[in-house]
């Protein structure tokens, strides 16, 4: 898996390795990767992190005391150079593997070909491992906050890039890489299995495979890629007042309008490109009772992701001008906003699960 790591990412497994030496663990847990994380300086993942007001220091703080409690342990000072081989003394508790699994799926979720420290800290956020929990938990982060913070982040610094990867390519190589990851898993388990002289009769098909993890991750791509389209489109338009000046409000209404109508058509020939031509898992595709409620989660994701721009760049203003009382309100609206992505998500999980049902049967 490591070859699908940049070396920033590297960069930060080595410290976290670091630092379970030092905290003395027979193991790397998803807390090492986490301080590793907050150490850095450059990376968006670190500057996350200071924006959620969460230093280094006060990470290591609170996980010397967390490890600490109920039990005497020394910490040993942090080590520069551990060794030449360190890759070959990486332990990784379980929670840190799920943690080294999700950070490659949001990498494909997201378009990019490696996996990047912003990855990792996401990744963090979506298993909810308890060794990282609490540590965020100790020093009050706002993870639900902070992961479509780093989306917006992620969605800022690839604006500025000459090849953005379309919502479809995207979606396809994704789908596609992710069928070859447990296609090939299949792969060696048979010839295990005939390695023994023992065949297992039970082994799944390839094609049920797909089927699988097109109806599984379908809805992880199609809930990142709404956030990320739309920040993508707030970074354009952000790109044209700097260069034209003040934007006509009726012109940014109408581009923010008909860009969550191409994105819902997107949705669309992406659904059909891959279940009928990619991967051909049917010959009956979903119908249009099933695009619609398809589509409308992921208009009012979009609606939902513009409001939220919306409401922070009003947090901004306040919180430049001290304005307590407004920023009281305007954070029980973040509030509001955050529990209707939650709904929206599984919406769109239920949704997609059932059309997929309703066409898996029927066929």
């Not at 409401?311 to 906003?337: P, Y």
């Amino acid at each position: 898996m490591f070859e699908k790591y940049s070396e920033s990412a590297g960069d930060i497994l080595f410290t976290a390795y670091s630092n379970s030496k030092q905290f003395k663990a027979d193991e790397i847990s998803s807390a090492h990767i986490l301080l590793a994380l907050a150490s850095e300086k450059d990376n968006l993942a670190a500057v996350a992190l200071r924006a959620m007001n969460v230093s280094s220091e006060q990470m290591r703080t609170e996980l010397e005391r967390l490890l600490l409690v109920g039990k005497k342990k020394d910490i040993a000072p942090l080590a520069g150079d551990i060794d030449y081989l360190w890759l070959d003394e990486l332990r990784f508790a379980d929670g840190a593997k799920l943690v080294l699994r999700r950070a490659y799926e949001l990498s494909l979720f997201l378009g990019h070909k490696r996996v990047e420290p912003e990855h990792l800290l996401l990744a963090i956020i979506d298993t909810a491992d308890d060794a990282a929990m609490k540590l965020l938990d100790e020093v009050a982060a706002n993870c639900t906050y902070m992961r479509r913070l780093v989306i917006n982040l992620v969605a800022e610094q690839d604006s500025l890039k000459a090849d953005i990867p379309s919502f479809r390519r995207t979606v396809v190589d994704g789908i596609s890489a992710l069928i070859a990851s447990y296609c090939s898993v299949l792969d060696d388990i048979e010839a295990l299995s005939e390695r023994n002289e023992n065949r297992l009769s039970m082994m799944p098909q390839k094609n049920e495979v797909a089927r699988l993890v097109f109806t599984a991750y379908m809805p992880d791509f199609l809930f990142m890629q709404a956030g990320y389209q739309r920040y993508l489109l707030d970074e354009t338009l952000g790109l044209l007042r700097k260069r034209a000046g003040t934007l006509d409000p009726e012109f940014s209404a109408s581009t923010i309008s008909a860009s969550a109508q191409n994105l819902r058509q997107e949705v669309r020939t992406t659904i059909e490109y891959i279940w009928g031509n990619e991967l051909r898992l049917l010959k009956k595709l979903p119908d249009e009772a099933d695009y619609d409620l398809i589509g409308s989660v992921i208009e009012d994701l979009w609606w939902t992701h513009s409001e939220e721009i919306a409401l922070n760049e009003v947090f901004d203003e306040a919180l430049d001008d001290h304005r307590r009382k407004q920023m009281l309100n305007l954070q029980k609206r973040r509030l509001e906003i955050s529990e209707r992505f939650k709904k929206l998500e599984k919406r769109l999980r239920d949704t997609f699960k059932q059309c997929c049902t309703k066409a898996f049967v029927s066929a």
